[in-house]
Structure formats: C-alpha cells, structure tokens
C-alpha cells in the first residue's frame, strides 16, 4: 500500500497563497492517480483536485476553479496543490489520497491510501 506524507499547511490571510505536498515512498508511484481531499469541522471529506498517473488529466472541485492548481513530478514521487486567492472557507484538514485508474468517479471510497493530512487555516 502507497505510504503518502502531507506537508506544507499552516495559517494564512485571505487573499493569500500556500502550496501543499504530498510525497509518497513507493518507487511505483506514477501507477497511482492522486487526489486532494479536505475535511473542515463538522463536515464530510469532500474532493478538491485530482490528477492521473501521467498528469495528462486533472479534475477540480467548482469552488476551487481557477485558484488551485494540482500538478505532479512523479521523479521526485511527490504531487502538489497550489493554492491562490485562499477564502476563509478554504479552512479545513487537507488530505492525499491515491488509487489506481481514473479520477473519476472521484469518491472518497475509491482510494485506498491516504495521509495523515495538514491543516490550513484561513484567517485574518
């Protein structure tokens, strides 16, 4: 099973940016598509971004389009989410997840590996 590790979370204004990483420690890590979750208190696990294997397909959620940009550098077994123009309602656990096939259906029961997840927080 994929081992994922989440970084690069913290406090920041809104309006401001962050770039999260996910890295992974498995040498077969471009077989695995990878999405980007969050979880804010009280509230499901809800897909952000995901993106296939090779990178050549990405999918985002509507509230995030044209602010997050997700991308991967499968030499380094590490994938990214760049987040820009964050909202206080970005505020949330961010979590990696990885399967094998498409990003859609992107349900969080449709991967298997996760990480322990980073906080970001959204805030003035």
């Known amino acids: 099973q994929l081992q994922l590790v989440e970084s690069g979370g913290g406090l920041v204004q809104p309006g401001g940016s962050l770039r999260l990483s996910c890295a992974a420690s498995q040498f077969t890590f471009d077989y695995y598509t990878i999405g980007w979750f969050r979880q804010a208190p009280g509230k499901e696990r809800e897909g952000v971004s995901c993106?296939?294997?090779?990178?050549?397909?990405?999918t985002y959620k509507d509230s995030v389009k044209g602010r997050f940009t997700i991308s991967r550098d499968n030499a380094k077994n590490t994938v990214y989410l760049q987040m820009n123009s964050l909202k206080p309602e970005d505020t949330a656990v961010y979590y990696c997840a990885a399967r094998m096939g498409n990003c859609s259906p992107g349900r969080v029961a449709d991967f298997g590996s996760w990480g322990q997840g980073t906080q970001v927080t959204v805030s003035s």
């Open positions: 993106i296939s294997s090779s990178g050549g397909s990405t």
